[in-house]
């Protein structure tokens, strides 16, 4: 039988709710990061002197969607990259969901998701029903025979979704007139205010070294206030700065990552990277009255998940032959395209993010003045859970 396919989109901010997994050490929120981290590390080493954006928590939110449509070995690869428990994690990533929306953060954290069905496309009760519980996730029936049109009618859910930061995530050519069966979305948007605001007319043209040596002016911000920050190092020994800012509710938080030295690249410090490093920073920041000069940034990527997911072991999805998705639907389909776009601007009031978003940030100079004056990583991270809402790599502001 042929098999249909089935296009797997991290919409948006790809970003739903994680799934969990073991009952004691990293949380739910953590482990789904901890793989979309893994992506994050994968795509800037293919990509070490460009911008790169993306949400840890989409990744790992499209793969917990379509885990419980999984069998055998290819939920096994999804479980096994995810960390989580054979029986599945959906009482965890209801109650994550929940926390990661809920207005005790005062930050607007906005996380939608939707399958897209072919007309008469016959999916299991369990599968859907599953998907609603646990994602809130929306179900509509399209004409994929109409490739234009049902990209135009996920494209304005999508654009609704990111109040307009990602107006379009597929293009008709993705969609298969005759096989496409389903489109599995996932968009997250946040948006933060700094808890100590900078303030505009401190905001000047400085001197920024791109990744590749060259300078440019850019927008930098600035404020003497206090921060907590940190020094910390990696195995091999190669020291970075932390330094956390706050958003005015005091859940979420944006985590500048810069290394110490002006001649460590930032590459060199990214595959270090992971919720548990993230934790132990906890231990090595101090609050402290620094002088914080950073650039103001607008950064959009595009990121294909099939290569990184495949290096991490996720490889039966994309298989014709291979992918089992029998608790999906009696019809065999297999993934044909996962992506990713997402979006961040960071001003002087604070964030606005949509899709997945990590940044990384590298720095120079120590307190009383830090100067992020070149390529950065910067996370965004939801505290009490420990899940990376974005993360990325800048290296041209």
């Known amino acids: 039988m042929e098999h249909m396919s089935l296009l797997c989109l991290c919409a948006l901010v790809a970003l739903c709710s994680h799934k969990g997994v073991l009952s004691q050490a990293p949380s739910y929120g953590e482990r789904g990061s901890d793989l979309g981290i893994q992506v994050f ?31 055998g070995e290819t939920r096994k690869q999804i479980l096994n990259a ?7 994690p959906y009482k965890m990533l209801k109650k994550l969901h929940k926390n990661l929306t809920g207005k005790a953060n005062q930050d607007i954290v906005l996380i939608a998701n939707a ?83 900078f303030q505009p007319e401190n ?13 440019t002016k850019v927008l930098m911000m600035s404020q003497l206030s206090i921060f907590n920050i940190g020094l910390a190092s990696t195995p091999q020994g190669l020291k970075y700065k932390v330094i956390e800012l706050p ?24 595959p270090h990277i992971s919720t548990a490093t993230v934790q132990s920073w906890t231990k090595l920041m101090h609050m402290r009255k620094v002088r ?48 990713q776009k997402a979006k961040i601007i960071v001003n002087e009031d604070g964030t606005k993010a949509a899709a997945a978003t990590t940044a990384i940030l590298l720095a120079r100079s120590s307190p009383p003045w830090v100067t992020v004056d070149r390529p950065f990583m910067f996370l965004i991270r ?6 990376i809402l974005f993360m990325g790599q800048i290296n041209e502001p």
């Open 41 to 71: 590390q994968q795509v800037v080493h293919a990509k070490p002197l460009e911008n790169v954006v993306l949400s840890p928590h989409g990744v790992a939110s499209i793969l917990g969607m379509l885990l419980s449509g999984a069998h």
């Open 82 to 88: 995810l960390r989580y428990k054979k029986n599945g």
């Open 115 to 197: 399958m897209f069905s072919q007309k008469g496309f016959p999916m299991q009760e369990a599968f859907v029903t599953s998907n609603k519980e646990n994602f809130q996730c929306q179900s509509r029936n399209l004409d994929f025979s109409n490739p234009d049109a049902a990209a135009d009618e996920v494209n304005e859910w999508v654009n609704n979704k990111t109040k307009g930061h990602i107006p379009s995530l597929i293009k008709a050519d993705m969609l298969n007139p005759a096989l496409t069966r389903l489109v599995v979305v996932n968009s997250i948007y946040f948006k933060g205010l700094w808890k100590s605001r």
């Open 247 to 270: 958003y005015h509710g005091n859940t979420i938080s944006m985590l500048i990552v810069l290394p110490s030295e002006e001649d460590t690249p930032l590459s060199r410090v990214i």
């Open 203 to 215: 905001t000047k043209m400085r001197t920024f070294t791109r990744g590749d040596g060259t300078d």
């Open 292 to 339: 914080l000069l950073i650039p103001k940034f607008m950064a959009d990527a595009e990121v294909d998940l099939k290569d990184p997911l495949s290096a991490l072991g996720i490889t039966n999805i994309f298989s014709e032959d291979k992918a089992d998705f029998r608790h999906l639907s009696s019809e065999p389909v297999y993934v044909s395209k996962a992506l």
């Open 382 to 387: 939801h505290n009490p859970t420990g899940t």
